[in-house]
């Protein structure tokens, strides 16, 4: 009933719009709902309430309705004070913290006037408590004291809920995958694509004003995500000129070596990175146009770890007929480069009391020189890219109109443009020399990267966005059943994607045993009769072609919504909304992958009372959210997709790529798409249409999530609370893929399909949280706060790698194939069991300044891993039955012999302590900063993604019947467990200095 298909959406659609409500705040301000009254409840009418800040440009008034009530729509975020004024009532100041995306309440109580004395009341209320939502709120001047990263998703690591446990260290929110978040700044979509589905880097840290996480109960505004929301706003400048000039500096030798660096004795270089930022924003015209700008220039000139070769032992030698090597080098790296500027111009403009506008500008330009792409990591300096470069925009236009009291509009336009080229100084291949020189090759064993480098792009890849967003709001005051804030919103979202990249200039990659020379040089050997220390079966030859061009990816979405915030009355708060989302999307070549809708509802409930000074509520949500789609369903497109052939070697074992060459030259000759040639290949996948062995299924749909919440809270003011909610998520209709003899085959019989789906139950993802957040004044210099989440994420979908949102596989290829442990229920790579941060920030002034430290301290249970090796399908004392009619299976099938989470990983403790100094001059603030990370240079074994968890077979084992026995059907390596490289242990303690001035 939740997610229905077919025309009956649209009725139920406008039924649940009379049935339905929930909170609906801006995305990019906040709205504060009040209400007028004496001691006794009586409402109190024509009571004109002005609202104040520095945020806002000049002031606003509302006048409380028959029933005492006012709001103010369309606020930017900040502290406010609200001031009364009544005949025969005294004047009346409160004072009120509005935070970004929330609905914020104060009532206001007044008293006769017998003198011109004025009422203060203390009306201020935490943002993460005061909304239904489970939010977790942060401004600038919190993150900028903290010894922690300030990017848009490194301060959103301070809330609950989150972790950057995702493959390549993403980002994840609530047990989601990475790519299934939202990231907004200024209000506009800030994901930098729909393939991996990360945040942008566009933003300038100091320009940052206030940063919103929201993970769990989200309100029905926000979609196109089954995880979390990250919402950004920077600063809009004022009033008054206000900027900041910041100079960061780093050096690999203000940091610590890791266990296995130490181990090598590896030195660290000395080469200085700086960071240097300008924010400046102030007036053009007082309380009409402001203006803000930003620019922020970083050269990173930070090591590039290589992996660790491992050596050839001498029975592996004979047994291939080599003569004695060398060994390898051990851990090596290479000087590493990044250039990335940053710019961003900001105009509001209040056209009159009731109106405004708003236009930014955000632009980035990234260049990475001695880097690897994604999972493409070096074995030497070989397998670096020379250039990779990056080019982004974000233009945002945003008009606000408050029509009355009452009614308020809204309109917003984005269009972000992203384009990324590559330099590679060996194209273009025009030689057998030169094709030699620019094939990447995979070592069998490390599968590290050495020679070429990997993932190239030889062409500009575009990956761009563009959104519209109305709504409007409405202050609904019946006279039986309280206040309702009601909102009615559209949004369209469309994203692109042209991409005709081949993963390698030659054209090929070769998987071969990595050996070393004198100078410490990786060199390949090639053979078809590996020994089973050196590879997993013979040497692999990939080659990479492109039969069709794109002419790009349309993937858009058109969303309507329907909200409604009700306050029953001082104890009862409803929320219940409606979401309609429509994915229409096409592939590369133009055909139609996806045409779905859903209805995604959201309900919350809560229940509040007072008791001596200190406001208690309990809260309870349900929600459905359903994500876009990802890059995955152009998959089956034929322009744009690279077909990849596969041949096992079977020339003499060789050291010369030169050799391996001439092999293809006389075995496949020049025509590899020949009969006589694909019918040597191991594996084809060419998406063509005589060949075309990938498919999208016709009913395509989104995936999902379901979330069912508690909560319980408690406050005293906004820097006094405490907040405990319980979410459970489950995940569903991820995408699977699916070969089986009903799928069949490619027309031309070549190759099996791969149907591409959504899962029918296959595959499980559960997630189970308690997340919590509290503040407490220790002393009035001395403040505490922090986040803890105790979680579990159970099931066997690990859909995500480094570049794509992967369609499962394991359970629904090859059936007669398959079983469980091969993918079995356990502890998911994310499921960090405990995770708390807690900080303390000290002010201590002297003379002409202040002096700050603020402790974040950090504990993170060990995270899960298992014992996984391979077994052979064409082997039948593994059981498996004769091929039923495949036209190629797989050779070997990764086998869990211990599941994940039999192992975890060292629990991390980290103390971070950041220093800051003030000396003000005049309108000048001089200030520096040190930054030391883990101050007791902890050193945990943490990361299973870098620890060696590889398992060789010994002798083979039924898989449908028999349990493997340690030591007779399998074994350890001799590495397993330990690190593979430095990315494998906690970062080791780091200096960071910063230096700069405010006025």
Known sequence: M???????????????????????????????????????????????????SANLQGARTAVSSDQGVFRFALLPAGDYTLTTQAPDFKAGQAQILVGLSQVFQVNLMLEPKPSEETLEVVAQSSATVSTVDVTANYSNDFIDKLPQARGLTGAALLAPG??????????????????????????????FDNVTGAATDLLVEDALQELTVLSGSVSAEFGYFSGGVVNAVTKSGGNQFEGTLRFQFTNDTWRARTPIQKAADQSQESELSELGSAVLGGPIMKDRLWFFAAIRRENDNSNVEFVPGLPIDPAARESLGLEPGFDPPGLASADGEVRDTR????????????????????????????????????????????????DESLLSLQYHVAVSDRFSFE????????????????LPVNSDSERAAATPIRDTRTFATYNAPFLVGLEPDQRDNRSYRLKATYLWLPDISGIHNLSLGYQHF??????????????????????????G??????????????????????????????????????????????????????????????NAARAADGTTVSDDDAVSPRFAMRYMWQQAGVTHQIDASYAAYVARLSDLANSGANAGQFSTITWNYTGPTTTSIDEVFAWIDATLGPDFLSPDALDLASSISRPSVESQNIIIADDLKSPHSREWRMGYAFSRDARRFFKIDYIHRTYEDYYATFTNLDVGRSPNGQSDVRLIGNDPGF???????????????????????????????????????????????????????????????????????????????????????????????????????????????????????????????????SYNFEPNGTYRTEDLAQTDLALNFDVTLGKITAFARIDIFNLFNQDALYYPSQIDRSVRTLTPFNVFTDTPVEGENWVKSNEFGKALSSEAYQRPREFRIDLGVRF
Do not use: C
Not at 163 to 189: C, E, H, M, Q, W
Not at 504 to 513: E, N, P, Q, R, T
Not at 552 to 564: A, H, K, W
């Open 2 to 52: 939740i997610f229905l298909n077919g025309g009956t959406r649209g009725w139920l659609a406008t039924i649940m719009i009379w049935l339905a409500a929930t909170s609906l705040p801006a995305q990019t301000t906040g709205t504060l709902i009040g209400t007028t009254r004496l001691q006794d409840g009586t409402p109190v009418a024509g009571v004109l309430v002005r609202a104040e």
């Open 162 to 191: 989150t972790t950057d446990l995702s493959v390549n260290r993403r980002f994840s929110v609530s047990g989601a995958p990475s790519f299934d978040n939202l990231y907004l700044i200024n209000g506009s979509i800030a994901n």
């Open 343 to 390: 710019f961003e111009f900001k105009l509001t403009a209040a056209l009159n009391d009731r109106q405004s506008l708003t236009a930014s500008y955000m632009s980035r330009d990234n260049k990475i020189a001695n880097r690897f792409v994604g999972t493409a990591r070096p074995l030497d300096a070989s397998g670096l890219l020379d250039g990779l470069f990056i």
């Open 411 to 426: 309109a917003l336009f984005s269009d972000r443009q992203t384009t990324i080229t590559n330099e590679y100084n060996r």
């Open 494 to 519: 469309a994203d692109s994607r042209l991409n005709n990249n081949l993963p390698s200039a030659s054209g090929w990659v070769f998987f071969g045993a990595a050996d070393w020379d004198a100078q």
């Open 521 to 582: 040089r990786a060199t390949p050997i090639f053979s078809a009769n590996f020994p089973p220390s050196l590879s997993r079966g013979p040497t692999q030859l990939q080659h990479f072609l492109l039969e069709t061009p794109a002419f790009g990816t349309d993937f858009e979405i058109q969303s309507l919504y329907l909200n409604d915030e009700w306050v029953l009355n001082d104890h009862w708060q409803f929320n219940l909304g409606v979401r309609y989302d429509r």
């Open 763 to 893: 595959y499980s993802r559960d997630y189970d949280s308690v997340q919590i957040q509290f503040a407490q004044p220790l002393a009035s210099n001395l403040t505490a706060g922090g986040a803890y989440t105790w979680s579990q994420l159970i099931g066997n979908l690990t859909n995500e790698t480094a570049t794509t949102a992967i369609a499962a596989e394991a359970l629904t290829t090859y059936p007669e194939y398959v079983v469980d442990a091969f993918e079995p229920v356990s502890a998911l790579d994310g499921d960090q069991r405990h995770n708390l941060k807690i900080w303390l920030s000290y002010d201590y002034r002297f003379g002409l300044g202040t002096f700050n430290a603020s402790l974040l301290q950090q504990f993170q249970s060990g995270l899960p891993y298992g014992a996984t090796g391979n077994v052979f399908l064409s082997n039948p004392a593994y059981g498996f039955p004769e091929n039923p009619g495949y036209a190629r299976l797989p050779m070997v099938r």
